[in-house]
């Protein structure tokens, strides 16, 4: 096969070359054509995003393993690389080989984020391959695609061969082994994706129709045929300790946005926060044993040469080994290695971590209240009070720290102007809790950042049939935040900074959407659009015209309120939570009632089906 390896000059002209050289440290070396199978995975992002993805890596070692398989990377040439490509018509190429993508066997695309939705045109487009499955020939890559935003599939199912529903662990070897033996055969790619329908987890668009009712909502979603299963269920690893996992992870030649060794301690929260799509369709909470977490935190820090490690989690606190492994850790402290501790709970315990690990200059910490007042964060199922609150940043500030960042979350369902006003006020409790502390036992200045985004209920939680606000609304509700925190005898501690409301719109519709969004999202790539998730790179009005042009409105996404009754997109989805369950959560939310961690007591969701993880032990 012919290598595609950029020249000098294309290298020196484009922003960070290094983005597209590939032969990092661990990097798998094979040649293509010794093996069976060559699967090209995509990241549609830049690579210092890509290379921070803890999936990504997972799969590339997993896949690599395999005498049959090489896997390669790919992703999104930055908009300078992309014009190069275009004007002197070189076809997109992995980084491992440098061979051109629409040459390989499997092109499979990690999709994290709805705002990534036109880089996976952009992909598509610059490796030459058609953007629609249904005009694609056995000559074309079978295009697969995984991660949380498959969830609800419909807004790129058009785009798509396949989707994989779950983690990837458990089914890729299956749906490898059977492609491998279809090539020998000389079976075609309708007939192998139609052998694929038949295993768990995998979703063949194709062999589903969707027909409408007069008002623009589902009337029915069935497959063409008996043997294709009309529901698609999540895949799950339930063998956490055994599954594949990189103990030679890939070190990146640019600084990636996490750059560390990450040490997955458990996949799942126990907390059910029901605006969290993370905490539903990861059920049940599986924890990774002390000794695995041990031994594969040494072997990952001598092989990568990295000097700080990262315990991965939805909720770092809510692992029972903690103290122990954060004892062994330690140890590697004393030889240098530093320890990073996100998505810890504002209480007591996390707090004395923290200290432990921490230098002595003290780094901001970050809290998640994610609601101003009590009634909303009842609502919201966030299962913190004030009180709890106060404690924790009390500590913060005693243990020496004074630079706390809360994230709150504004448009939440039932939200009024008190929540609202609510938030700056808790802000300004924090800051009148620094000042209690003696002037000379203070450390310095108290800087105090509240940072909202604005709502986004997603596909799956309690929240999915809530409807959204227009951006003008989120942006007036930001407004009274503002507004309040003026009025404030301590303002000048706190900042405050927001998200963009017409980013956070669009990323509601594509969450929420169905097939039809498919011409929208062609339509606003051929525009220009792309990198969206980017601010600078970020153009409304593209996806304005683009939703007028196709005769598309966006507020049928995002403002109409749905009925418990209403089918959804993704409804053909078992996502391992049951509808009963959301419903309850849902009418719970209404009565602004708390629902206790699945540790304290079983709410009855469904999860416990899997047969571990907290569930079994309940």
């Given amino acids: 096969m012919r290598k595609l390896a950029l020249d000098d000059e294309i290298l020196l002209s484009v922003e960070k070359p290094a983005r597209y050289l590939g032969n990092e440290l661990n990097t798998c070396h094979k040649q293509p054509d010794t093996v069976d199978i060559r699967f090209v995975m995509c990241f549609p992002d830049v690579y210092e995003i890509g290379m921070s993805h803890l999936g990504m890596q997972i799969l590339y070692e997993m896949f690599n393993r395999r005498d049959d398989v090489?896997?390669?990377?790919?992703?999104?040439?930055?908009?300078?690389?992309?014009?190069?490509?275009?004007?002197?018509?070189?076809?997109?190429?992995?980084?491992?080989?440098?061979?051109?993508?629409?040459?390989?066997?499997?092109?499979?695309?990690?999709?994290?984020?709805?705002?990534?939705?036109?880089?996976?045109?952009?992909?598509?487009?610059?490796?030459?391959?058609?953007?629609?499955?249904?005009?694609?020939?056995?000559?074309?890559?079978?295009?697969?695609?995984?991660?949380?935003?498959?969830?609800?599939?419909e807004p790129l199912?058009?785009?798509?061969?396949?989707?994989?529903?779950?983690?990837?662990?458990?089914?890729?070897?299956?749906?490898?082994?059977?492609?491998?033996?279809?090539?020998?055969?000389?079976?075609?790619?309708?007939?192998?994706?139609?052998?694929?329908?038949?295993?768990?987890g995998i979703y063949v668009p194709s062999l589903y129709t969707v027909s409408y009712h007069d008002d623009g909502t589902i009337q029915s979603f069935v497959p063409v045929s008996p043997d294709i299963s009309a529901k698609i269920e999540k895949q799950l690893v339930m063998d956490f300790d055994n599954a594949p996992y990189p103990t030679k992870p890939l070190v990146p030649f640019l600084q990636p946005t996490q750059d560390r060794v990450v040490l997955e301690v458990q996949r799942g929260c126990?907390?059910?926060?029901?605006?969290?799509?993370?905490?539903?369709?990861?059920?049940?909470?599986?924890?990774?044993?002390?000794?695995?977490?041990?031994?594969?935190?040494?072997?990952?820090?001598?092989?990568?040469?990295?000097?700080?490690i990262s315990l991965s989690s939805l909720s770092t606190s809510d692992y029972r080994a903690l103290p122990e492994l954060l004892s062994f850790l330690m140890e590697r402290k004393e030889q240098g290695v530093n320890i990073s501790l996100p998505s810890l709970r504002i209480d007591a315990f996390s707090l004395d971590v923290m200290q432990k690990v921490q230098d002595v200059k003290k780094s901001s910490l970050t809290f998640a209240p994610e609601a101003g007042s009590q009634r909303m964060r009842n609502v919201i199922n966030k299962g913190l009070t004030e009180e709890e609150i106060l404690h924790g940043a009390g500590l913060a500030f005693e243990g020496g720290w004074n630079k706390v960042k809360l994230y709150f979350m504004l448009g939440l369902p039932t939200e009024t102007k008190e929540d609202i006003a609510a938030i700056p006020e808790l802000a300004e409790k924090i800051a009148e809790r620094f000042y209690?502390?003696?002037?000379?036992?203070?450390?310095?200045?108290?800087?105090?950042?509240?940072?909202?985004?604005?709502?986004?209920?997603?596909?799956?939680?309690?929240?999915?049939?809530?409807?959204?606000?227009?951006?003008?609304?989120?942006?007036?509700?930001?407004?009274?935040?503002?507004?309040?925190?003026?009025?404030?005898?301590?303002?000048?501690?706190?900042?405050?900074?927001?998200?963009?409301?017409?980013?956070?719109?669009?990323?509601?519709?594509?969450?929420?959407?169905?097939?039809?969004?498919?011409?929208?999202?062609?339509?606003?790539?051929?525009?220009?659009?792309?990198?969206?998730?980017?601010?600078?790179?970020?153009?409304?009005?593209?996806?304005?015209?683009?939703?007028?042009?196709?005769?598309?409105?966006?507020?049928?996404?995002?403002?109409?309120?749905?009925?418990?009754?209403?089918?959804?997109?993704?409804?053909?989805?078992?996502?391992?939570?049951?509808r009963e369950f959301l419903v309850r959560e849902w009418e719970q939310a209404k009565k602004e009632a708390v629902t206790p961690n699945c540790r304290r007591q079983c709410s009855g969701c469904g999860a416990k089906r899997y047969g571990g993880g907290v569930c079994h032990e309940a």
């Fill in 70 to 153: 090489v896997c390669e990377r790919l992703f999104s040439p930055w908009p300078d690389l992309h014009q190069i490509l275009k004007e002197r018509q070189i076809p997109l190429f992995s980084l491992e080989s440098q061979q051109p993508v629409k040459t390989a066997d499997f092109l499979g695309i990690t999709i994290q984020y709805e705002m990534c939705y036109t880089n996976i045109l952009q992909i598509l487009d610059l490796s030459e391959i058609p953007f629609f499955a249904k005009d694609r020939t056995d000559a074309d890559p079978i295009v697969i695609g995984g991660g949380p935003c498959v969830y609800n599939p």
């Fill in 157 to 200: 199912a058009d785009f798509f061969d396949c989707f994989y529903i779950g983690e990837g662990e458990v089914r890729y070897d299956e749906l490898l082994d059977l492609y491998g033996d279809c090539k020998k055969k000389g079976i075609d790619r309708q007939a192998f994706l139609r052998e694929a329908a038949k295993i768990p």
């Fill in 270 to 308: 126990i907390r059910g926060c029901r605006f969290c799509q993370a905490g539903m369709i990861y059920r049940p909470t599986r924890e990774k044993r002390l000794e695995t977490l041990t031994k594969c935190a040494d072997q990952m820090l001598q092989s990568s040469g990295h000097d700080e």
């Fill in 436 to 578: 209690e502390i003696p002037k000379e036992e203070r450390n310095g200045r108290c800087n105090i950042t509240i940072s909202t985004s604005f709502f986004v209920p997603k596909p799956f939680t309690p929240f999915q049939w809530a409807s959204m606000l227009p951006a003008e609304e989120y942006l007036n509700r930001a407004g009274i935040l503002k507004d309040t925190l003026k009025q404030q005898l301590n303002q000048k501690s706190i900042r405050y900074i927001y998200h963009e409301a017409k980013e956070t719109v669009l990323e509601g519709v594509l969450a929420r959407g169905d097939r039809k969004l498919s011409a929208v999202l062609v339509n606003v790539y051929q525009k220009g659009a792309c990198f969206d998730s980017w601010t600078e790179w970020f153009h409304p009005e593209l996806w304005e015209a683009a939703f007028a042009e196709t005769g598309i409105d966006p507020a049928f996404y995002t403002e109409r309120p749905r009925d418990t009754k209403e089918i959804l997109p993704w409804d053909f989805i078992d996502c391992g939570v049951t």
